[in-house]
Structure formats: structure tokens, C-alpha cells
């Protein structure tokens, strides 16, 4: 199988500086320094594997419009992108996610198309059939994860001599593009996966070295609600190629590491958007590390209540 | 009066780069970006005048140490500056600023000295006159203003068409730097002050083209409890000079602000910090403009109380 290239990265960068914050690393007090993807315009770093799949697209392809399904950011994302393109997005949506997702996705000019969560890809699938439309993946896509691996080129540039990347594992995109490019830049630098305890599903194909799959239900049920996917083929070779270790949080560590996010670096991040976090605090690694903070997306209101509990 | 110049402030951006973060400008979605401050390690922009400070001083001055009095983010920046330096901070505090600035000034290591508000000043300088340690001022300083500047250099190198330049009027001293670099770059720029209504002082001596005294009650009325010192002689020579307007918001204002930058920015703001995006959103100017947000360091219950209300 084909694996995302540093080259591939490379280009990625290129493509998509104009859509996306260049965003900076910000030193916290204990060796370690948080990418704070929360800052992008869509309040994710999904707006680089997006707007870098549309731009991948031939012209005239693109101008059928896209689609895709997501239960929050990669939603958000395509229909920011596609408005940057002047372009129809079309975004399936389940009917159990949160509302500020739905209001910021329909806010971007996309028509939302919501439906009951089991029937969401097939639906997607069916409007793309019916319409000419490209169905945009949320992670199993090589252009999806080249465009989340220039994170991974933005903090070796910034901090060479960095020694571990914590990355939250969902679908594996972010991953599998951050670890592409941190392998080939600094073999030496770990890549280690964060997921919840209750989604653990990556963690435990890691550690059997094959695709273990978890129900959804099992899956569904951590407060981290964009760490419900699972790995495909491609992002899970991309693991085993490139990454070191996948560890898990509780929920508590992570409801603590959206506290201290707030109170420490001032970032109102998302339960899911904290794991990384969560992991340097409960068990730091030597050296400078890196915690990826994937968004910031969540209900002002549950944001209150978490800083209040 | 002697006015610091663009050389003085691309001197400084040399000087501090390694104590400060590269803030990104972050678009919205209304021709309005945000200068995020907050995200220094102290939580605002203080660090760039207090490092800068420090910085000028000979070597064997400045290891006798150095004394700030502050409301609060001018303590911890001139704490974490002197931590980064090696050298010994005291630094007094009025005994009514909030928890969180008192805390995070001893976490930075400084030695914390809680006196009645009236004699924070004279206390300083006796103890200056004491210890041989220098007083670092908050903002009446042209190597503080100096280091304030350097935000409006990122801003024209980041934005170089920028129609408005939004920023917190206090003591003053960001609004001198910032003015004086933006003036010297894009003098077609409008460089704007914003204040609470309720301690209005440098909008009233604007207008009156000398400086107009308000009491220490009055402009302790506002919630932004970082925007209740007034303007120097040497600031105000800063406005007359290179400020275009000095506009006011009102306390519900400031309070939406703040519940905005959560919301659509995904940033932990300060009462204080929200004023120049009240501004915005209480009157946009035409063109693109760019609110400098100040600082973060706001009590974690006091700002889940704002969120929920």
C-alpha cells in the first residue's frame, strides 16, 4: 500500500497556506509546547486535509460541488473550503451532534442534510452518486492526510529538536500525516496516539498488530465525541510504518486537561481536542514534547460547566 | 519630547524574539482579525515591553533585580522576565486584584508584596531605593513602549493592507508603540483606542488635547480592571502624535465581546482583553482591521459565570 511521502507533505503546504493559520507553537512551563490547531478558521485543523482535497480536484470536477459526512469538524471544514472555492457543499450530518457544529457548518453556506448516524456514509454515497458531487472523506484519503501532516512539518520547523508528538487518534488521518512527515524530518522524535479509554480501539490494533474493531456503541461512548472513528486500511499502515506507541486517557484526565487548557494557555479547546493534553499530564516523557490540540468546537454552555465542575 | 521610533521597535523585535510568541493574526469571518495576545506565556502582551526592559539594562544592573507594581499582567510579565533573565522580580500588587494574577505571579517565581492599593507606587519605589533593584513602570517607559510596538509590526507584516488598527487604551503604553510602528509603515492606516465608558479618561483627553484626570474611583467603576491607570506625559504625546480616534464601549459591550472571542475564536479573554472587538462589533470600520485582543488571565469560574450569562 502506497503510504503518504514527505514530498506529498511538501506540496500539501503549498496548496493550502492560503486557507489555513500558520499557527505557532505556544511554551507552556513543563517542557511542553501545544500546537493549537483550535485557532484555525473553522476551530480545527481539518481545514488543511479538506481545503487540500479540494484543491487536488480537477477544475471542472470541483465545480459539481462536494459532500461529505462528518459528526462535527471534517463538516465545518469542507464547507468552509468549498466556500473558499466559490463551490456547493453539501455536508451529511448525524442528527445526535452537537448543535454549535451544525449551526458553524450551515453557517459556512453548506446545505445540511441531517440523518440518523448509522445511515450517514451510505447517504453521502448516494448523494454523490445522484448528484456528480466528490464525496470528501474525513480521513481515508491520501490528500486528506497530507494536508493534516503539515502539522507535522510546522513544529519541526519550529521546534527541531522536539523529542515526542502527542496526537489524538480517531479515523487515524492526523496521525498518519503528522507521523509521515515527523519520521522523515527526525527519525529519532516519537509519535505516540492518544486516545480515550473508552474508544480505545487503535490502542489495542497497535498493541495486536491488526484492525481490532470496537461497536459503535462501545465507541460512542466517550465525552471526546471526534474520537468515535475508527482506523481504515490506509491510515492503519500508516501506524504500524510510523508510529511509536498509542496510549489512552480517562475521561476524568481529559475533562482536567480541558481545565487547565482554559486556565494555563487560555485556549477553550473541546473535550476531544484535550486527549494529547491529557496524556503529557498524567505521564510526561523526557524531552521537549508536542501536544497537538486538534479544535475547539464545543457548546459554550457544556464549555462553562466543565470549568465550573 | 523625544517619541520612540520604528527603529527603536525593530531594535526591540530583535531583542525579545526569544521570550515571545509570533502571535498569527487570525481572520474572522466579518474583514475582522485578531492580534491573540492571550496566548503569550504570561497570558498577554506584556511580556514584550517587560522582557524588552530587562533587556536593555547592563548586565550588572540588571542583576541586582528589578521591581514592578501592577494590577495584575505587568506583574507577571515582568516575574516572567526576570525568571527567563535569572534574576530576582518583587513585585507589588494591589491587595484587591484578582486570585488568578496573584498566583500566577508567584508561580513565575517573583517575590509577591500585597499592599493597599493608593501606595502600590510609593512602595515600589522605596523598595527600589532599598535593594538597588530597578522599577520596570507598567507603561511610562520608551524602552516598555518600545517592546508594546512590536505587535504592530507583526500586523503590517502579516496584513500589510490593513485599513484599522484596533487597541485597549489603559496607561497607554501598547497604544504608543503600536501607533508609532503602524504610522511609520502604512501611514494611511487608522490606528484607533478603545476604552469602557466608564473609565473613559484618555477618550475625553483626546478630544480635549490635554490630558483630562479622572479619579481613581471613577476608573475603577469598568469590569476590564486592566484599563483603569491613565495616560502619561509621554504616552499621551504618543497619542497626539500618531492615534486617530480614542472610541468608548459600554460594560454589556465588553461582556459580549468576551462571549464572542469563546464562541468564534475559541479564546480565553479577559474582560480587558475584549475591548477592541466590542469596538468592532459595536461599529465596524470599512477595510480590513485588526483588534488587538490583550490578555487571558481572567478567573476560571469568573469566566464560565460570563459564558453562561
Given amino acids: 500500500m502506497d503510504l503518504v511521502t514527505l514530498t506529498d507533505i511538501q506540496a500539501a503546504a503549498a496548496l493550502i497556506a492560503p486557507a489555513v493559520v500558520r499557527t505557532p507553537l505556544l511554551p507552556q512551563d513543563d517542557g511542553l509546547w501545544l500546537k493549537p490547531e483550535s485557532l484555525q478558521r473553522v476551530g480545527a485543523f481539518k ?36 466556500a473558499l472555492f466559490g463551490i456547493k457543499a ?9 448543535a454549535v457544529k451544525i449551526e458553524a457548518t450551515r453557517a459556512h453556506g453548506a446545505e445540511v442534510v441531517l440523518v440518523p448516524m448509522p445511515e450517514r456514509e451510505s447517504r453521502a454515497r448516494e448523494l454523490a ?17 497530507a494536508g493534516q501532516g503539515t502539522i507535522g512539518l510546522e513544529v519541526l520547523a519550529d ?6 508528538v502527542l496526537v489524538p487518534v480517531s479515523g487515524g488521518g492526523l496521525i498518519s500525516g503528522v507521523a509521515a512527515a515527523v519520521k ?22 497497535f498493541r495486536a498488530g491488526a484492525r481490532v474493531p470496537w461497536s459503535p456503541a462501545d465507541r460512542a461512548r466517550t465525552v471526546a ?23 489512552t486517557v480517562s475521561e476524568g484526565e481529559i475533562l482536567d486537561a480541558v481545565r487547565v487548557l482554559a486556565r494555563r494557555a487560555r485556549l477553550v479547546v473541546e473535550p476531544t481536542g484535550a486527549v494529547a493534553v491529557a496524556a503529557h499530564l498524567k505521564s510526561p516523557r523526557p524531552g521537549k514534547t508536542v501536544a497537538v490540540v486538534t479544535g475547539g468546537n464545543v457548546d459554550p454552555e457544556v464549555f462553562a460547566r466543565i470549568l465550573s465542575s
Fill in 47 to 82: 481545514i488543511r486535509g479538506a481545503y487540500h482535497a479540494l484543491a487536488r480536484l480537477p477544475e471542472q470536477v470541483r465545480a459539481r460541488g462536494v459532500i461529505a459526512y462528518s459528526s462535527g469538524n471534517h463538516a465545518q471544514a469542507v464547507a468552509s473550503a468549498a
Fill in 90 to 98: 453539501t455536508i451529511v450530518i448525524p442528527d445526535n451532534a452537537p
Fill in 129 to 145: 452518486e445522484a448528484t456528480g458531487a466528490t464525496l470528501v472523506p474525513p480521513f481515508d484519503h491520501p490528500d486528506v492526510i
Fill in 159 to 164: 521546534l527541531p529538536d522536539v523529542a515526542t
Fill in 184 to 205: 522523515a524530518l527526525r527519525p529519532s522524535a516519537a509519535v505516540v496516539g492518544v486516545e480515550p479509554e473508552l474508544a480505545a480501539d487503535a490502542a489495542e490494533s
Fill in 225 to 247: 465525541d471526534g474520537l468515535r472513528a475508527e482506523l481504515s486500511e490506509l491510515t492503519f499502515a500508516h501506524l504500524r510504518a510510523f508510529v511509536d506507541d498509542v496510549v
